[in-house]
Protein backbone atom coordinates (compact mmCIF):
# COMPACT_ATOMS: atom_id res chain seq x y z
CA UNK A 1 0.00 0.00 0.00
CA UNK A 2 1.54 3.41 -1.01
CA UNK A 3 1.48 6.26 1.60
CA UNK A 4 3.47 9.52 2.24
CA UNK A 5 5.33 7.86 5.11
CA UNK A 6 6.17 4.76 2.52
CA UNK A 7 7.21 7.34 0.08
CA UNK A 8 9.93 9.13 2.98
CA UNK A 9 10.99 5.39 4.02
CA UNK A 10 11.71 5.03 -0.02
CA UNK A 11 13.52 8.46 -0.21
CA UNK A 12 15.98 7.29 2.62
CA UNK A 13 16.48 3.92 1.18
CA UNK A 14 16.87 5.96 -2.24
CA UNK A 15 19.47 8.00 -0.64
CA UNK A 16 21.69 4.96 1.27
CA UNK A 17 21.82 3.24 -2.39
CA UNK A 18 23.05 6.13 -3.88
CA UNK A 19 25.76 6.49 -0.88
CA UNK A 20 26.59 3.42 -1.04
CA UNK A 21 25.15 2.39 2.53
CA UNK A 22 22.09 0.14 1.63
CA UNK A 23 22.64 -3.53 2.65
CA UNK A 24 20.72 -6.18 0.37
CA UNK A 25 17.30 -6.26 2.90
CA UNK A 26 17.49 -2.47 2.10
CA UNK A 27 17.67 -2.59 -1.56
CA UNK A 28 15.02 -5.46 -1.32
CA UNK A 29 12.80 -2.93 0.67
CA UNK A 30 13.35 -0.66 -2.15
CA UNK A 31 12.12 -2.51 -4.61
CA UNK A 32 9.50 -3.47 -2.83
CA UNK A 33 7.81 0.00 -2.41
CA UNK A 34 8.59 0.96 -6.08
CA UNK A 35 6.76 -2.32 -7.18
CA UNK A 36 3.20 -0.43 -5.53
CA UNK A 37 4.69 3.04 -5.94
CA UNK A 38 4.36 4.46 -9.61
CA UNK A 39 5.50 7.87 -8.43
CA UNK A 40 8.64 7.07 -7.05
CA UNK A 41 9.24 4.94 -9.52
CA UNK A 42 8.68 7.90 -12.16
CA UNK A 43 10.44 10.23 -10.13
CA UNK A 44 13.70 8.71 -8.37
CA UNK A 45 13.77 5.15 -10.75
CA UNK A 46 15.27 1.84 -9.96
CA UNK A 47 18.67 1.04 -8.68
CA UNK A 48 20.53 1.56 -11.57
CA UNK A 49 18.58 4.33 -12.43
CA UNK A 50 19.81 6.35 -8.89
CA UNK A 51 23.76 4.79 -9.94
CA UNK A 52 23.67 6.39 -12.90
CA UNK A 53 22.30 9.73 -11.65
CA UNK A 54 24.73 9.90 -8.97
CA UNK A 55 27.64 8.97 -10.68
CA UNK A 56 27.75 12.58 -12.36
CA UNK A 57 28.55 14.11 -9.35
CA UNK A 58 31.05 11.57 -8.57
CA UNK A 59 32.52 12.10 -12.12
CA UNK A 60 32.60 15.74 -11.70
CA UNK A 61 34.40 15.87 -8.66
CA UNK A 62 37.26 13.61 -10.84
CA UNK A 63 37.16 15.40 -13.54
CA UNK A 64 37.33 18.94 -11.63
CA UNK A 65 40.68 20.94 -12.95
CA UNK A 66 40.46 23.90 -10.88
CA UNK A 67 43.25 24.36 -8.22
CA UNK A 68 43.44 27.57 -6.18
CA UNK A 69 45.96 28.42 -4.33
CA UNK A 70 44.97 29.81 -1.15
CA UNK A 71 48.29 30.18 -0.46
CA UNK A 72 50.10 31.93 -2.95
CA UNK A 73 49.16 35.74 -1.51
CA UNK A 74 50.95 34.75 1.81
CA UNK A 75 54.30 34.24 0.01
CA UNK A 76 54.10 37.48 -2.00
CA UNK A 77 52.91 39.23 1.31
CA UNK A 78 55.28 39.94 4.50
CA UNK A 79 52.71 38.98 7.22
CA UNK A 80 52.88 42.02 9.27
CA UNK A 81 52.99 44.64 6.55
CA UNK A 82 49.70 45.16 6.85
CA UNK A 83 48.48 46.54 9.78
CA UNK A 84 51.29 49.28 10.04
CA UNK A 85 50.60 50.03 6.63
CA UNK A 86 46.98 51.52 7.78
CA UNK A 87 48.63 52.84 10.68
CA UNK A 88 51.46 54.49 9.50
CA UNK A 89 49.08 56.06 6.52
CA UNK A 90 46.78 57.49 9.48
CA UNK A 91 49.36 58.96 11.22
CA UNK A 92 50.95 60.48 7.87
CA UNK A 93 47.16 62.17 8.19
CA UNK A 94 47.67 63.57 11.78
CA UNK A 95 44.98 61.56 12.45
CA UNK A 96 43.80 59.40 15.62
CA UNK A 97 42.27 55.95 14.07
CA UNK A 98 39.25 55.43 16.47
CA UNK A 99 37.57 52.41 14.32
CA UNK A 100 38.14 50.82 10.86
CA UNK A 101 35.83 48.58 9.15
CA UNK A 102 37.22 47.13 6.09
CA UNK A 103 34.70 45.09 4.15
CA UNK A 104 35.44 43.03 0.90
CA UNK A 105 33.27 43.27 -1.70
CA UNK A 106 31.56 39.62 -1.11
CA UNK A 107 31.97 39.34 2.61
CA UNK A 108 30.18 41.99 4.34
CA UNK A 109 32.93 42.55 7.55
CA UNK A 110 35.56 40.84 7.23
CA UNK A 111 38.47 42.45 9.98
CA UNK A 112 37.30 44.80 12.49
CA UNK A 113 39.44 47.19 13.99
CA UNK A 114 42.96 46.02 12.01
CA UNK A 115 44.96 44.99 15.38
CA UNK A 116 48.36 43.79 14.41
CA UNK A 117 47.62 39.76 15.33
CA UNK A 118 44.86 40.07 12.80
CA UNK A 119 46.62 41.70 10.15
CA UNK A 120 49.40 39.23 10.45
CA UNK A 121 46.20 36.49 9.88
CA UNK A 122 44.68 38.10 7.55
CA UNK A 123 47.93 39.00 5.48
CA UNK A 124 48.96 35.83 6.04
CA UNK A 125 46.17 34.11 4.29
CA UNK A 126 46.19 37.19 1.48
CA UNK A 127 42.53 37.95 2.46
CA UNK A 128 42.92 41.52 1.72
CA UNK A 129 46.00 40.97 -0.89
CA UNK A 130 44.22 39.57 -4.01
CA UNK A 131 44.81 41.51 -7.10
CA UNK A 132 41.58 44.12 -7.65
CA UNK A 133 39.98 43.64 -4.47
CA UNK A 134 38.01 46.65 -3.58
CA UNK A 135 38.27 47.15 0.34
CA UNK A 136 35.95 50.23 1.77
CA UNK A 137 37.12 51.72 5.42
CA UNK A 138 33.89 53.19 6.62
CA UNK A 139 33.25 54.96 9.74
CA UNK A 140 36.47 56.54 9.85
CA UNK A 141 36.77 59.19 12.87
CA UNK A 142 39.47 61.05 13.71
CA UNK A 143 40.82 63.80 15.27
CA UNK A 144 42.61 67.14 13.18
CA UNK A 145 45.25 69.28 15.30
CA UNK A 146 42.71 71.26 15.16
CA UNK A 147 40.69 68.80 17.18
CA UNK A 148 37.58 69.09 14.74
CA UNK A 149 35.46 65.95 14.13
CA UNK A 150 34.75 63.84 10.88
CA UNK A 151 33.90 60.60 9.16
CA UNK A 152 34.72 59.97 6.24
CA UNK A 153 33.69 56.87 3.82
CA UNK A 154 36.14 55.82 1.79
CA UNK A 155 37.31 53.19 -0.79
CA UNK A 156 40.39 51.96 -1.68
CA UNK A 157 41.63 49.68 -4.29
CA UNK A 158 44.56 47.48 -4.04
CA UNK A 159 46.31 45.74 -6.79
CA UNK A 160 47.93 42.12 -6.49
CA UNK A 161 50.80 43.15 -4.07
CA UNK A 162 48.68 45.06 -1.47
CA UNK A 163 49.58 48.42 -2.53
CA UNK A 164 46.81 50.93 -3.12
CA UNK A 165 46.39 51.72 -6.64
CA UNK A 166 43.11 53.97 -6.43
CA UNK A 167 40.98 56.12 -3.36
CA UNK A 168 37.74 57.90 -3.78
CA UNK A 169 35.99 59.56 -1.21
CA UNK A 170 32.43 58.14 -1.15
CA UNK A 171 31.27 60.06 1.86
CA UNK A 172 32.72 63.69 2.38
CA UNK A 173 33.62 65.24 5.61
CA UNK A 174 32.44 68.46 4.17
CA UNK A 175 36.25 69.54 4.29
CA UNK A 176 38.20 68.80 1.24
CA UNK A 177 41.61 69.53 2.66
CA UNK A 178 40.92 66.25 5.27
CA UNK A 179 39.03 64.29 2.26
CA UNK A 180 42.09 64.96 0.05
CA UNK A 181 44.69 64.37 2.92
CA UNK A 182 43.54 61.37 3.62
CA UNK A 183 43.63 60.06 0.27
CA UNK A 184 46.86 61.38 0.29
CA UNK A 185 48.32 59.35 3.17
CA UNK A 186 45.59 56.13 1.86
CA UNK A 187 47.99 56.48 -1.38
CA UNK A 188 51.37 57.03 0.30
CA UNK A 189 50.48 53.96 3.04
CA UNK A 190 52.49 51.18 1.24
CA UNK B 1 57.76 41.60 33.71
CA UNK B 2 54.49 40.02 33.89
CA UNK B 3 52.50 41.81 31.01
CA UNK B 4 56.44 40.84 29.30
CA UNK B 5 55.07 36.91 30.08
CA UNK B 6 52.17 37.56 28.51
CA UNK B 7 53.03 39.75 25.73
CA UNK B 8 55.69 36.60 24.91
CA UNK B 9 53.00 34.01 25.58
CA UNK B 10 50.61 35.86 22.93
CA UNK B 11 52.96 35.66 20.69
CA UNK B 12 53.50 31.97 21.07
CA UNK B 13 49.59 31.24 20.75
CA UNK B 14 49.89 33.39 17.26
CA UNK B 15 53.14 31.70 16.04
CA UNK B 16 51.03 28.80 17.08
CA UNK B 17 47.95 29.63 15.32
CA UNK B 18 49.76 30.37 12.04
CA UNK B 19 51.70 27.25 11.72
CA UNK B 20 48.82 24.80 12.41
CA UNK B 21 46.54 26.99 10.15
CA UNK B 22 49.25 26.99 7.19
CA UNK B 23 48.61 23.11 7.79
CA UNK B 24 45.29 22.99 7.66
CA UNK B 25 45.41 25.00 4.34
CA UNK B 26 48.18 23.09 2.77
CA UNK B 27 46.00 20.26 3.62
CA UNK B 28 42.94 20.95 2.65
CA UNK B 29 42.30 24.04 0.74
CA UNK B 30 41.65 22.17 -2.59
CA UNK B 31 38.74 20.17 -1.17
CA UNK B 32 37.32 22.61 0.61
CA UNK B 33 37.54 25.60 -2.13
CA UNK B 34 36.24 22.90 -4.70
CA UNK B 35 33.62 22.13 -2.64
CA UNK B 36 32.37 26.02 -2.03
CA UNK B 37 32.80 26.34 -5.38
CA UNK B 38 30.42 23.93 -6.04
CA UNK B 39 28.02 25.37 -3.58
CA UNK B 40 28.14 28.97 -4.34
CA UNK B 41 28.54 28.47 -8.02
CA UNK B 42 31.60 30.99 -8.43
CA UNK B 43 35.00 30.67 -7.97
CA UNK B 44 35.72 34.04 -7.19
CA UNK B 45 33.38 34.01 -4.44
CA UNK B 46 34.44 30.41 -3.23
CA UNK B 47 38.15 31.83 -2.78
CA UNK B 48 37.08 34.53 -0.37
CA UNK B 49 34.96 31.63 1.32
CA UNK B 50 37.71 29.81 1.59
CA UNK B 51 39.89 32.48 2.95
CA UNK B 52 37.21 33.43 5.49
CA UNK B 53 36.92 29.73 6.50
CA UNK B 54 40.87 29.44 7.65
CA UNK B 55 40.81 33.34 9.00
CA UNK B 56 38.06 31.68 10.92
CA UNK B 57 40.21 28.79 11.91
CA UNK B 58 43.44 30.58 12.73
CA UNK B 59 41.24 33.01 15.41
CA UNK B 60 39.77 29.80 17.03
CA UNK B 61 43.37 28.32 17.00
CA UNK B 62 45.04 31.86 18.88
CA UNK B 63 42.18 31.49 20.93
CA UNK B 64 42.72 27.81 21.88
CA UNK B 65 46.57 26.65 20.56
CA UNK B 66 45.27 23.10 22.09
CA UNK B 67 42.06 23.04 20.26
CA UNK B 68 41.73 20.32 17.17
CA UNK B 69 40.59 21.11 14.17
CA UNK B 70 39.60 18.46 12.11
CA UNK B 71 38.87 18.42 7.95
CA UNK B 72 34.96 18.41 9.65
CA UNK B 73 35.08 21.88 11.48
CA UNK B 74 36.26 23.37 8.11
CA UNK B 75 33.71 22.07 6.15
CA UNK B 76 30.98 22.94 8.80
CA UNK B 77 32.27 26.40 8.62
CA UNK B 78 32.60 25.97 4.79
CA UNK B 79 28.69 25.08 4.68
CA UNK B 80 27.64 27.90 6.62
CA UNK B 81 29.39 30.65 5.24
CA UNK B 82 28.20 29.05 1.54
CA UNK B 83 24.66 28.91 3.18
CA UNK B 84 24.95 32.49 4.80
CA UNK B 85 26.44 33.76 1.09
CA UNK B 86 23.55 32.31 -0.80
CA UNK B 87 20.84 33.68 1.58
CA UNK B 88 21.95 37.01 1.55
CA UNK B 89 22.61 37.26 -2.16
CA UNK B 90 19.08 36.06 -2.23
CA UNK B 91 18.09 38.51 -0.27
CA UNK B 92 19.96 41.29 -1.67
CA UNK B 93 19.88 40.72 -5.45
CA UNK B 94 22.74 42.95 -5.57
CA UNK B 95 25.17 40.26 -6.50
CA UNK B 96 25.16 38.88 -10.02
CA UNK B 97 24.53 35.00 -10.82
CA UNK B 98 28.11 34.22 -11.88
CA UNK B 99 27.18 30.82 -12.97
CA UNK B 100 25.85 32.16 -15.81
CA UNK B 101 29.18 33.63 -16.56
CA UNK B 102 31.14 30.54 -15.27
CA UNK B 103 29.33 28.51 -17.48
CA UNK B 104 31.37 27.66 -19.91
CA UNK B 105 34.61 26.60 -17.32
CA UNK B 106 31.84 24.21 -15.67
CA UNK B 107 31.58 22.60 -19.24
CA UNK B 108 35.07 21.94 -19.53
CA UNK B 109 35.79 20.45 -15.87
CA UNK B 110 32.33 18.26 -16.66
CA UNK B 111 33.25 17.36 -20.43
CA UNK B 112 32.40 13.55 -20.48
CA UNK B 113 30.06 13.70 -17.89
CA UNK B 114 27.00 12.59 -19.41
CA UNK B 115 27.08 16.10 -21.23
CA UNK B 116 25.08 17.19 -17.89
CA UNK B 117 25.24 20.35 -16.68
CA UNK B 118 25.29 19.87 -12.74
CA UNK B 119 26.49 23.41 -11.82
CA UNK B 120 22.50 23.92 -13.57
CA UNK B 121 21.42 21.31 -11.42
CA UNK B 122 22.80 22.06 -7.93
CA UNK B 123 21.54 26.27 -8.90
CA UNK B 124 17.90 24.94 -8.33
CA UNK B 125 18.04 22.60 -5.05
CA UNK B 126 17.81 24.26 -1.94
CA UNK B 127 20.94 24.41 -0.32
CA UNK B 128 20.38 22.24 2.41
CA UNK B 129 20.31 19.68 -0.23
CA UNK B 130 23.27 21.02 -2.38
CA UNK B 131 25.24 20.42 0.99
CA UNK B 132 23.61 17.06 1.57
CA UNK B 133 25.01 15.82 -1.59
CA UNK B 134 28.43 17.71 -2.17
CA UNK B 135 29.35 16.57 1.01
CA UNK B 136 28.89 12.91 0.43
CA UNK B 137 29.21 12.09 -3.30
CA UNK B 138 31.68 14.94 -3.37
CA UNK B 139 33.43 15.13 -0.92
CA UNK B 140 33.48 11.62 -0.08
CA UNK B 141 31.59 11.89 3.32
CA UNK B 142 29.05 8.94 4.93
CA UNK B 143 25.35 9.73 5.50
CA UNK B 144 26.56 9.77 9.39
CA UNK B 145 29.29 11.91 9.05
CA UNK B 146 27.66 14.76 6.78
CA UNK B 147 24.91 14.61 9.50
CA UNK B 148 26.96 15.37 12.47
CA UNK B 149 29.00 17.97 10.05
CA UNK B 150 25.87 19.48 9.04
CA UNK B 151 24.01 19.38 12.48
CA UNK B 152 21.00 16.82 11.45
CA UNK B 153 19.97 13.07 11.37
CA UNK B 154 21.87 10.34 9.04
CA UNK B 155 18.65 9.57 7.25
CA UNK B 156 18.18 13.07 6.71
CA UNK B 157 21.19 13.36 4.69
CA UNK B 158 19.94 10.43 2.70
CA UNK B 159 16.06 11.90 2.24
CA UNK B 160 18.10 15.07 0.68
CA UNK B 161 20.62 13.38 -1.51
CA UNK B 162 17.34 11.55 -2.75
CA UNK B 163 15.58 14.45 -3.27
CA UNK B 164 18.07 16.41 -5.35
CA UNK B 165 18.65 13.54 -7.34
CA UNK B 166 15.67 13.88 -8.59
CA UNK B 167 16.46 17.19 -9.71
CA UNK B 168 19.63 16.18 -11.05
CA UNK B 169 17.83 13.61 -12.78
CA UNK B 170 15.26 15.87 -14.14
CA UNK B 171 17.62 18.25 -15.34
CA UNK B 172 19.78 15.06 -17.21
CA UNK B 173 16.45 14.48 -18.93
CA UNK B 174 15.79 17.82 -19.76
CA UNK B 175 19.40 17.76 -21.23
CA UNK B 176 18.90 14.57 -23.41
CA UNK B 177 15.83 15.72 -24.85
CA UNK B 178 16.96 19.37 -25.94
Not at chain 1, 164 to 188: E, K, Q
Not at chain 2, 116 to 130: H, N, S
Amino acid sequence: MKTASNCTTAEILAGAIALGEAGDEQRHAYREHLSTCRRCLATIGGEREIERVISVVAQARDQEQWQPDVRRALARVPARRHGWRWGAGLAAAGALTVAILATQRHAPVVVRSVAVPDAAAVAALGTQTMPQREHRAESLAFTSAQAARATITFQVRLDERGKPTRCTIVRHSGRASLDAALCDAVMRAH
Amino acid sequence: MRSGLETCAAMDRTAIAQRRTEELVIEHQTKLARYLRRMVGDAEVALDLTQDVFLSAYRTLQADPARELRAGWLYRAATNAAISFMRRRKILHVLPLDRDLDRSAWRVDEHGAQSVDLQAALGRLPVEQTAALLMTSYAGYSSSEAAQILGTTADAVRQRVCRAMKTLRHVMNEDSLS
